[in-house]
């Protein structure tokens, strides 16, 4: 959630939006691919890849959520103890799509600060 938000701060306070054009996107092999004028959303276009990767890190919590609630529920009528518990497929699911969202924020917070610095 930290990364996410830090994301939407550097967008927020790095970019001039009185430009009349931002770069959404660069590639280094093709160069400047996606423009925002200034007559179009351009708080829609440059917030669209954050808001995404704020409902993909939500989805991945809820569902790891569920998944780690139903491990427990199971270990509560078996009476599994904690280390039985960390080898199973459930387990191991729920910490990988945390570990995903985790992920996932870091790499969006490397491009918005990417999209601040083309920018500059």
Known sequence: MVFNAAGWLVLRFGLDFNKSL???HYNA???IDRIAYDSDNVFLKIYTVPAAAL???ILDI???FFIYSSLLKVSKEKKADYEKMKGSPKFI???MLLGAAMALQI???LYTVA?????G
Not at 115 to 119: G, S, Y
Request: net charge positive; hydrophobic share 80%.
């Open 93 to 95: 699911a729920s910490k």
């Open 29 to 31: 092999y093709l160069g």
């Open 62 to 64: 809820v569902l790891a």
């Open 22 to 24: 931002i770069i959404l």
């Open 107 to 109: 790499i969006i917070l």
């Open 55 to 57: 409902f993909v890190m």
């Open 115 to 119: 999209i601040v610095v083309v920018n």
